[in-house]
């Protein structure tokens, strides 16, 4: 399973960006993680593989969205009034599979598969 991830850059305070991640095939909940320098790498966003659970991180709530197209096979994470904390690699993950389609997991050892990151720089 190979996950790609696209849409980083440098942008500054205020800015928007949207990230998506190629998933083709994929039915799993999806999730999008970040990890800045330094730090432990932490959930942001997560949506179930139909699309009809989505869960935030309490920092992005209300500026982040995450959705889906799964007749494209891609997952996008809507970034708006981005913040320099918020400068980080991102990365889309897949989630193990599960039976309940609800299912949207905030832990990222319940993922199975990640990309390789994309790098978001936020300046003030």
């Known amino acids: 399973v190979q996950l790609q991830a696209s849409g980083g850059g440098l942008v500054q305070a205020g800015d928007s960006l949207r990230l998506s991640c190629s998933a083709f095939g994929l039915d799993r909940a999806m999730g999008w993680f970040r990890q800045a320098p330094g730090k432990e790498r932490e959930f942001v966003a997560v949506?179930?593989?139909?699309?009809?659970?989505?869960n935030y991180s309490d920092f992005v709530k209300g500026r982040f969205t995450i959705s889906r197209d799964n007749a494209k096979g891609t997952v996008s994470l809507q970034m708006n009034s981005l913040k320099p904390e918020d400068t980080a690699v991102y990365y889309c993950?897949?989630?193990?599979?599960?039976?309940?389609?609800?299912?949207?997991?905030?832990?990222?050892?319940?993922?199975?598969?990640w990309g390789q990151g994309t790098l978001v720089t936020v300046s003030s």
């Open positions: 993950a897949a989630a193990y599979a599960h039976a309940r389609t609800s299912y949207a997991p905030v832990n990222k050892d319940s993922y199975a598969y």
């Open positions: 949506i179930s593989r139909r699309g009809s659970v989505t």
